[in-house]
């Protein structure tokens, strides 16, 4: 799943970062080892395989030495499936709590499980504190231990709903209607210019970047992905940027950021797929947001809708005169 909602084998297992001054001079291959845990070994396949970039530009070569304020990326491999230790420390904001799931208002900033470079305080470490049996689902073998109960999840970046599941039942139907594209998932997202059209569908497969492997891209041989929009309102100050209603029809990796910057209008600070920064956001914060996710109840077939409003941080770039 994906910022948009499935989970691929690719599961933004990414580093992405601006090299420090501490990090400055030293090795590629000994930078990935300190910063991800592995052998340099293993960092040395990595950069081989040509999932490492630096500035946009596929690095190779392990003892090329990175320098202050480049941009690295590198995609890493998925860690070793192990359970994930429960902590009660991580805040979970439950919106609505049933015996079969949960569906939780996810924080910016917040990474929903363990992968590299995140191991700790992820959402899942704070929702085996509150519900310790969804871990039952991955020792029966439902799912992923490093995922216990999720059934799809946000990007790093993106705020908003998001369901859990608690039951065996909960985690099958849900899973199912995920698949069989019965859910209804809505964003917000402010995009860069003025778009057109007042409503429209981008419907174009996705699949990884030829050129550069820790992006995605449309693609012809990707996999389907379609995007429905409309346009809220269109801002001019302090520049152009329009505010849309986002309906995900399918979920794929970066599916609503790829598809908007494909159209001409990427995600307002979107750091991989954009080209402006808005310093009125952090700087690992871009504009888009979780508003609401409908489903049918796993047991009873009641429609359940959930809500949440557009976060304080994101409601800055949005003037007081535009109505939801």
Known sequence: MSDDDVIDAFDGEVLDLVVPGTLDEIRLDRVLALLTGL?????????????????????????????????????????????????????????????????????PGQVVHPGAGHRDGTLVAGLLALYPQMRDLSDEGLCDP????????LDKGTSGVLVVAKTPEGFSNLSVQLAERLMERTYYGMVEGHVAEERGVVDAPIGRSTRTPTLMAVRSDGRAARTGYEVIARIERPHAMTLLRLQLDTGRTHQIRVHLATIGHPVVNDPRYGHRRDKRLPEDRFFLHSTTLAFAHPRSDEWITTSVPLPPDLRVLVPESVEF
């Open 146 to 153: 490093l995922r216990p109960g999720i059934v799809h999840r």
């Open 39 to 107: 052998s340099r070994s293993e960092t040395n396949d990595i950069i081989a395989s040509g999932a490492v970039t630096l500035d946009d530009k596929v690095i190779v070569k392990s003892s090329t030495p990175v320098r202050e304020g480049r941009h690295l990326v590198a995609v890493l491999p998925a860690p070793a499936s192990v359970n994930v230790e429960a902590d009660p420390n991580v805040a979970v904001d439950v919106v609505l709590d049933d015996v079969d799931f949960a569906v939780v208002n996810k924080s």
